[in-house]
Each structure stands twice: as structure tokens, then as C-alpha cells.
């Protein structure tokens, strides 16, 4: 690679992309072209239809042998999208590949002024303009790289956390699974049957399970939550709180002097435990005790004591007897371990239906959530499997399905997107009903059924074909007859177009889904970023799915927007896949735009330390005073500390103040030539 000198002068090559007409449809790329040629340091300015093309960076490369290029500006799409394409053009032709700069032409320009040419044409001038002055200061950056851990860690026991464990174990990796239920298994552990195959959701899940239990190159913390995260890609230290479970397994036991002691699931605890409580597994449809095993296929089957329902009467050690697998004193317990990269799979919670007040659902007894109905029709759920109203105990005969309820909702009060899988798991319930309960007939309300996967369409049309009544239009209200209990659905069918009154036995809200409880938390924890609907932000949509813009943090299942089974453990496995490779590299490069102290010029005042929102810096003592210290693995260039620095003592690689203030004088100062 080439070495530009300091004082060399500069000379820039300019390249403006057509995009196809995605940029060439509202600006003149020629007269962008022409105009680039006319600007100070600019050696060569050339287009091309595809930038990104292999022809088109070998224009770039080719360009920079031939004209003696100090540095490259290409006018195109977003730096999001290409930036990496075309710095590695840069690196070809023999430059740094950080002499590179882009202008965003598309996002910023021609996508929004798609009806003003001249004006978008302008535009473009400028921000090539702008580009061609900061691209004459930019300076040769040598990439750092650092050691990485051989751990990985995944949050969140769902079947999408499960199967990223697996592989990253299966590949070699030492894995943490932190599951903050007393269980793995997730929201698939409470449905009966998946869609559109109708296979049992426990004879999925289960064996699943098991692995993850038994797999030597995994390490199950369950009823575990994470606690504080420090370091960057390779090196992220993670403090977890072990919550105190106050039930010993064999191996706790033994590591006290308790010989054949700790739990065996036999449940004599549970048996005399005077507590009751409802059941949050069976949504509050069955009791549970104070002590408790989640559900019947818990992994690990280890009992779990309630402390915030236990009165400490003793009765469940007495029972325990010789085993002493209860230990009422226990207390939470902090570990720290150290990861060198993790997966986010934290999945999600069912959207309160009951803020949509119009649809009754806790004031009606049998207008109920999709969830609840999964666990009425599970042979394993509060009911034994058999589908009763939960005003009188009787059989439903006709039952009102209401989908898009809270999804697709612009009113303020539920939420705008699609929740994608409730159309489906609603037609699996019709399926249910008719084959559970003869001459039951099922009424599905929708707007438009999105049946959008392999063999998704072909059980849409089954369900038709079985007796399934489909009204389109949305449910303006629901009333309950107070006598026999029964429910009034009022809505509009849109293709007789004229309004109804239905009286059903039963309703079922396919609620939407929103991001977990503890996705802010996890969200700040990483360093992460999130949709406006509070989903994890992604690295990129299409190119990156699986990453997000903390190096070395990974994302996996519903935690980044809804998706079903299927999607949900493919990203599973590309996460894991995307966690592994720095890993088995042993190493990672980190891009060098971080911070640099000028030592001279730092009065030690420590006001950037506290603004850093990465913990990159620090105050250290230095020839007999106090200096501010980057550690460049953990800054990412955001230049907070930079702004705030009231001496100047903070050079922001890449994006220093010369640079921006030439940026801003073109721009104010250039004026179109």
C-alpha cells in the first residue's frame, strides 16, 4: 500500500454512481460529473451506471495508479450500505483505505427529491462539494486488532437463544445460556401445536432442550439475568445475578458435603406447601405453589422456591428430609464472566389487549388472549386440553376469532406493525376447535391474511375447506349479554358491506406482540440501538441482519421484530454463525476512529471521562499530573468528548476538526461554480 506524504498535495478522484435510476432518475449525474472537475485538488471525476459494480471499483482502482490519487470520493448511496465496498476499492488501487469518503446522493438527495431535478442536481454539487474538501485532509489509519475470548454468551432461553447456544457449542465455543426463568423452553413451551405442519410444540421443544441441558460446551444459567456488561468485541466482562433459587441442585449439594443430597424433582416439597398463588406459566388460569417447578418439561428439573410468596414455615425442608435440597437463607449470588462475543435473543411479551377497552377482554369472562386459549387447548394446560368458557365451564360452539388486535393499529393506542404470525397461529386455533369440538364453528375477523411462508397459503386454504367462516372487517366493539354470558361481536364486513351483530360463546384476541420487558434494560446493558416500535436495531436490514452496531453483540428471534418459529431459529443460526468467526480468528481488527488525547494540551479537568457514553476513558497519572487516557477498543468515534473538550485536547481520528470545519466551509463558502 502506497504511503501519501504529509505535504504532498492532494488530489482527489470523484465518482458519482447512476444507481440505475435510483439517483440518475432525479439528479444530472453528467452535470455533477462536470462540476467535480471544477473543484480544488479534484485530479479526475468520472460515472458509472453501477459504482458498487466490479467495473465500476476497478474505475476507482485504476484511477488511483493512473492520476496519483491521494484520496477518493464517491457520490452514491448511503455509507451504511457501501462504505466497506468501495474503502476495499480504495485499499486495491493502493491507498489507505481510509482516504475514502462518500456522498450520500441517494437517501439524502434523489430518493427525496424525486420531482425537483434542478434542485436535487444542486444538492448533489454540494455534497460533492463538501466530500472533495474533507477528503483533502484525511490522513493514512492503521486498524488496531485485539485478542478475542473463545466464550460466547446468549441471552434469553427461547427456542431461537437454544439453537444459537447449540451451534456455537457444536462448533467448539465455550457457551453461557442466562435465561432469567427458572427454565429454558421460552413462549414455545406454553403453545400446544405449530403451524402449518401442526406438530406438537413439546415434542419440538423438549428434546431440544435436553441437548442444551446435557451439552458439555454449555453452561445453563437459568433464572439468571445479566447484570452489567463492560469491554468490547472479544473482551466483554458480564456480571450476572444468580437469583437465589433456594433449592440446591445434586452438584450444589456436593459441593457442600451433602452426599446424595440436592433435588430430584420428586416434588414432596410442593405436596405440603401451604402457599397458593396464581400460576404466571398458565397466565393466572391455574395455582401454584410457593415452591414450584415452571412447568411439567422444565430443564433443569430443579423445584424453585417463590420468596416473594414463601412464609418461611419450614414445612418443605421437613419434607425434603435427607436430600436437604432446601435452603430458605439463600440469597442472590454476583459471578463475572468473560465472552468474547454475545447473542441477544430475548424475545417477547404480549401487547396489555386490555387498552383497547372496546374489546371487553378482563371485563368479559370469555373474551380471552390467544395465549390463554393455547394453554386451554394444551393437553398439558390448566383444563387438560379441553377448550371451556371460563364464565360457566361449557363448550364453546361458536367461537369469534379477532386478529390484528392491537397490530396495524395507527390509533395511538396499539402498535403500527404487523405482529406477522398471529393470522397463522388464529387459522391453526380454527383447525383446533373444529377438530376438538364437533359442530363447533369457528369466525375469524381480519383485515387481510398474510400467509406468508413455505406451505403457509395451502393451510390457509385447508382451514377454508374445513368450515371455518371468514368475515373481513375490523371489530368496532364487543358486548356481553349478562344473562347466558354470551358476546356480541360488532363489526363490518367489508365485502357484503353492511355492518352485523354476531352473538358468539367465546373470543379469542390474537393480540400483537412488543419487544420483552427487559429489552430497554438489556438495550443500555449492550450498548445497543432500537426501532421506534422498541425492537433492537440491526447492523443493516438486508446485509446485516443478525449484527447491530455494537461490535461482537448479535441478535437473534422476536428481540429484533416480529417473526415466527422457523425465522426465528435461521437467525439463531446465522447469529451464531456471525458470533463464531471472530472467535475461531482469534483476533479482531477494530476500525481506528477513536479518540487521541494531545497530552500537552490536557488540563486533566475529567469533564469528557463522564460524558463518554462507552466508558472509554479515563484519568491517569502521567509525569506528575493527571491526562485523559483512550482505551481504543471500547471508544467508537462518536466524539462527544472531542465537543465538550474546552482546551482542544482531543483529536477525533477521521473526523477531526480540521476536516469538519473544511466540510463547513465549502459548504457555506463554495457557492455553485
Not at 405436596?271 to 411439567?296: D, Q, S, T, W
Request: with cysteine; glycine share 10%; hydrophobic share 40%.
Amino acid at each position: 500500500m502506497a504511503e501519501v506524504k504529509k505535504n504532498e498535495e492532494p488530489r482527489i478522484g470523484v465518482f458519482v454512481c447512476h444507481c440505475g435510476t435510483n439517483i440518475a432518475g432525479s439528479i444530472d449525474v453528467k452535470a455533477v460529473m462536470e462540476y467535480a472537475q471544477t473543484l480544488p485538488n479534484v485530479a479526475i471525476a468520472d460515472d458509472y451506471q453501477y459504482m458498487c459494480s466490479t467495473p465500476g471499483q476497478n474505475k476507482i482502482a485504476e484511477a488511483i495508479a493512473e492520476h496519483n490519487l491521494t484520496g477518493v470520493v464517491v457520490a452514491a448511496c448511503s455509507p451504511r450500505l457501501h462504505e466497506p465496498t468501495f474503502r476495499n476499492a480504495t485499499a486495491e488501487g493502493g491507498l489507505n483505505p481510509f482516504r475514502f469518503e462518500m456522498a450520500n446522493i441517494r437517501e439524502q438527495n434523489s430518493w427525496v427529491h424525486m420531482h425537483q431535478p434542478e434542485e436535487a442536481t444542486s444538492k448533489a454539487k454540494d455534497a460533492v462539494r463538501i466530500a472533495v474538501a474533507k477528503a483533502s485532509l484525511l490522513e493514512d489509519l492503521i486498524p488496531k486488532s485485539v485478542p478475542v475470548e473463545k466464550a460466547a454468551m446468549v441471552v434469553g432461553g427461547g427456542v431461537g437463544g437454544m439453537q444459537a447456544a447449540l451451534d456455537l457449542a457444536n462448533a467448539g465455543i465455550k457457551t453461557y445460556l442466562v435465561e432469567k426463568n427458572p427454565t429454558i423452553g421460552g413462549r414455545m413451551s406454553q403453545l400446544d401445536k405449530t403451524f402449518p405442519t401442526l406438530d406438537c410444540s413439546q415434542c419440538i421443544l423438549t428434546p431440544k432442550m435436553v441437548d442444551v441441558y446435557r451439552h458439555e460446551g454449555i453452561e445453563l444459567l437459568t433464572y439468571t439475568e445479566v447484570e452489567a456488561v463492560e469491554g468490547y468485541i472479544g473482551n466483554f466482562d458480564v456480571t450476572l445475578r444468580k437469583k437465589a433459587r433456594g433449592v440446591l441442585t445434586p452438584a450444589e449439594a456436593e459441593a457442600r458435603g451433602i452426599v446424595g443430597g440436592g433435588c430430584t424433582g420428586c416434588g414432596d416439597c410442593e405436596a405440603v406447601c401451604p402457599v397458593i398463588k396464581p400460576n404466571p406459566f398458565e397466565l393466572g388460569m391455574a395455582p401454584r405453589k410457593a415452591v414450584y417447578i415452571y412447568h411439567p418439561q422444565v430443564s433443569p428439573l430443579i423445584y424453585t422456591v417463590d420468596f416473594d410468596a414463601c412464609v418461611k414455615c419450614g414445612l418443605c425442608v421437613e419434607a425434603c428430609g435427607e436430600k436437604k435440597a432446601i435452603d430458605l437463607d439463600a440469597e442472590d449470588e454476583l459471578i463475572t464472566v468473560k465472552v468474547g462475543t454475545a447473542i441477544l435473543a430475548t424475545g417477547y411479551d404480549i401487547f396489555p389487549i386490555e387498552k383497547k377497552f372496546e374489546w371487553g377482554y378482563k371485563n368479559y369472562d370469555n373474551v380471552i388472549t390467544s395465549l390463554e386459549f393455547e394453554r386451554l387447548i394444551c393437553a398439558s394446560g390448566p383444563t387438560g386440553g379441553h377448550l371451556v368458557r371460563p364464565s360457566d365451564g361449557e363448550t364453546p360452539k361458536k367461537v369469534a376469532f379477532v386478529l390484528c388486535a392491537g397490530s396495524r393499529d395507527n390509533t395511538g393506542v396499539g402498535k403500527p406493525y404487523c405482529s406477522r404470525f398471529c393470522c397463522m397461529y388464529s387459522l391453526k386455533h380454527a383447525h383446533q376447535i373444529i377438530e376438538k369440538i364437533p359442530g363447533a364453528v369457528p369466525y375469524i375477523f381480519y383485515m387481510d391474511i398474510r400467509s406468508f411462508g413455505k406451505m403457509y397459503e395451502e393451510f390457509y386454504y385447508r382451514i377454508q375447506d374445513e368450515g371455518a367462516k371468514f368475515i373481513r372487517g375490523r371489530v368496532a366493539n364487543i358486548t356481553e349479554d349478562p344473562v347466558t354470558k354470551n358476546l356480541h361481536v360488532n363489526a363490518e364486513d367489508t365485502l357484503l358491506g353492511r355492518p352485523l351483530d354476531m352473538e358468539v360463546d367465546m373470543v379469542v384476541l390474537a393480540a400483537a406482540v412488543e419487544p420483552s420487558a427487559e429489552t430497554e434494560k438489556t438495550r443500555r446493558l449492550f450498548g445497543l440501538s432500537c426501532s421506534q416500535d422498541g425492537w433492537l436495531l440491526e447492523a443493516h436490514p438486508k446485509l446485516n441482519p443478525c449484527g447491530t452496531t455494537t461490535a461482537g453483540v448479535y441478535l437473534a428471534g422476536v428481540c429484533q421484530g416480529p417473526k415466527d418459529i422457523p425465522d426465528t431459529v435461521a437467525q439463531a443460526e446465522g447469529a451464531a454463525s456471525a458470533a463464531s468467526i471472530p472467535i475461531h480468528k482469534g483476533e479482531v481488527e477494530l476500525e481506528p476512529y477513536f479518540a487521541q488525547c494531545i497530552e500537552e494540551k490536557c488540563a486533566g479537568c475529567g469533564l469528557c471521562v463522564n460524558l463518554c457514553p462507552y466508558g472509554a476513558l479515563a484519568l491517569v497519572e502521567k509525569d506528575g499530573r493527571k491526562v485523559m487516557q483512550v482505551t481504543e477498543a471500547k471508544c467508537k468515534g462518536c466524539g462527544t468528548c472531542g465537543g465538550f473538550c474546552p482546551g482542544g485536547a482531543i483529536w477525533m481520528q477521521h473526523f477531526a476538526t480540521p476536516q469538519i470545519v473544511a466540510q463547513i466551509d465549502a459548504f457555506l463558502l463554495g457557492g455553485e461554480q
